[in-house]
């Protein structure tokens, strides 16, 4: 026991030293700094023999660092004005591995040509020699029109109508024909525009969906109920739920015996109540109920309901309200409320054997000298490393 204890101690002095003396590269993100404001630093594994400092480039620390902000390019014409493009850029996430910059395009105007004057004619010149630039000239009143803008305003009229799936509306364009001569002239011409494709169909102007297009798309997850569509596929379609009668005949009614038993001729009967599910789930079920005679005991002769016989008189055999033979008819038995008993056999009581009763008492003095070993060495381990960081 005492060797056992010395090698315990051995191991696990072994396995401290070795623990301590493995080199932790650092604890935390502060012990891996480079001193360069462009790079993350961090600790992986921090405080661990497998710890490592890691340099992440940092793209951007301010939006200077992305590009200085102004106009780029020469002047161009939009809209019959002047523009030029104006850049801004921006640092996002700042000073993290995460950092990036961005590069906002404005188009700028720099010159507005319209001045308002009714007597002028405005315009943005765009040449291949020139940067863009506003031009103006005198509006000669005998000339019809110097821009189609003269004719009118482009635009839609009329209310929209259907060309097949497509809502479609009258567009009306107006083009100044040699404009800006004394030959101008106004004229205007008007196309169909699809405003919209529909899916299902298009009425009136607009999309309507159907309701149903075949039955499926009228489940109401109620099984007992028939789920059709009408009219599929149209704009007319609707959804029909007719409900289910029966599905077996169990829905119509339990089986019963009606009234008390009589005599049929020799034997002993019974009337007999039966259900039935006609057309089982479907729109068409229906319940219909039979009454019948069911023979109960056939009988040497019958009198009240009751089987007599000559042998009857001189013993109390056969004075039962039933038979022998009623214990074969199961729905006589069911009429008395009772039903065949399946007989189960029970074991009979065994007792329980208990092992290992003449076996030794287990030593468990061992198992409590081991856990008193290792605790110590526990605490030797925690003691040495506490030495050793100091």
């Not at 009606?258 to 109540?273: H, I, L, S």
């Not at 009581?349 to 605790?375: A, K």
Request: net charge negative; glycine share 6%.
């Amino acid at each position: 026991m005492r060797k056992n204890i010395l090698v315990l101690f051995l191991l696990a002095s072994f396995i401290a030293l070795s623990l301590v003396s493995a080199e932790i590269v650092c604890v935390n993100d502060g012990e891996c700094n480079d001193n360069d404001a462009r790079t993350q630093d961090r600790c992986i594994n921090a405080n661990t023999t497998a710890s490592y400092c890691n340099y992440t480039s940092i793209e951007c620390l301010s939006d200077s660092d992305c590009g200085s902000d102004g106009f780029t390019g020469e002047n161009y014409c939009m809209f019959d004005d002047v523009f030029k493009d104006y850049h801004a850029f921006k640092c996002i996430n700042p000073g993290s591995d995460a950092s990036r910059c961005q590069n906002n395009l404005t188009h700028y105007k720099v010159q507005e040509c319209d001045l308002g004057n009714p007597l002028m004619i405005y315009s943005c010149v765009d040449d291949s020699i020139n940067p863009a630039y506003c031009k103006s000239e005198f509006r000669d009143p005998t000339f019809t029109c110097y821009t189609n803008s003269d004719c009118g305003s482009d635009g839609f009229i009329g209310s929209n109508f259907c060309t097949g799936l497509n809502v479609t509306r009258n567009y009306e364009l107006f083009t100044c024909n040699n404009a800006g001569t004394a030959l101008s002239s106004c004229s205007n011409s008007t196309s169909t525009r699809v405003n919209q494709t529909c899916s299902d169909e298009c009425s009136n102007g607009a999309c309507v969906g159907f309701t149903c297009s075949s039955d499926l798309d009228c489940n109401d997850q109620n099984p007992r109920t028939f789920d059709s569509c009408l009219n599929p596929g149209t704009v007319n379609s609707s959804c029909t739920h007719t409900n289910i009668t029966c599905f077996t005949n169990l829905d119509c009614g339990s089986d019963i015996f009606v009234g008390d038993k009589y005599c049929k001729g020799n034997d002993v009967a019974r009337d007999f109540d039966q259900f039935v599910c006609n057309l089982p789930g479907t729109v068409l079920s229906s319940c219909t109920n039979t009454l019948g005679i069911r023979v109960l005991e056939e009988c040497e002769d019958c009198e009240n309901g009751k089987c007599v016989d000559e042998e009857d008189d001189d013993n109390d055999e056969g004075t039962s309200e039933y038979s022998e033979g009623d214990y074969e008819d199961p729905d006589y038995l069911a009429s008395l409320g009772i039903g065949r008993t399946n007989m189960t056999v029970t074991p009979e009581y065994q007792t329980p054997i208990t092992l290992g009763q003449n076996e030794e008492e287990f030593d468990w003095s061992w198992i409590l000298w081991l856990l008193i070993i290792l605790v110590a060495l526990l605490l030797i381990i925690i003691i040495l490393v506490a030495i050793l960081r100091r």
